[in-house]
């Protein structure tokens, strides 16, 4: 059964960081790009970063370029991200996921496995 967790997610006050970490498990992933997607209240889920399967290329949604960083560890079918300067607006439910269509596509409906997804809350 392949599993993509989550973990790593909180409750921060404005300006900290957070570190959240994806464990996929089941199948191996060295052949999938990877992303984190995040989900707020109300609204409609939304890319966050992408990975490529060989680590070399990354995408950042414009609203957390230079704030977040994503990366991964093939071998170990790991895959982070770093969320420094965070602001209330990144408040979400962040889910990470997997997709083998479209290369480092924004589109969730191109990704083929999702995880439950990990709460943060920034708070002002």
């Known amino acids: 059964q392949v599993q993509l967790v989550e973990s790593g997610g909180g409750l921060v006050q404005a300006g900290g960081s957070l570190r959240l970490s994806c464990a996929a498990s089941?199948?191996?992933?060295?052949?999938?790009?990877m992303g984190w997607f995040r989900q707020a209240p109300g609204k409609e889920r939304e890319f966050v970063a992408a990975?490529?399967?060989?680590?070399?290329?990354?995408s950042y949604a414009d609203s957390v370029k230079g704030r977040f960083t994503i990366s991964r560890e093939k071998f170990k079918n790991t895959m982070s991200l770093q969320m420094n300067s965070l602001k209330p607006e990144d408040t979400a439910v962040y889910y990470c996921?997997?997709?083998?269509?479209?290369?480092?596509?924004?589109?969730?409906?191109?990704?083929?496995?999702w995880g439950q997804g990990t709460q943060v809350t920034v708070s002002s």
């Open positions: 996921a997997a997709g083998s269509r479209g290369g480092l596509t924004a589109s969730p409906g191109l990704y083929d496995y």
């Open positions: 089941g199948r191996t992933f060295s052949t999938y790009n």
């Open positions: 990975i490529s399967w060989s680590g070399g290329s990354t």
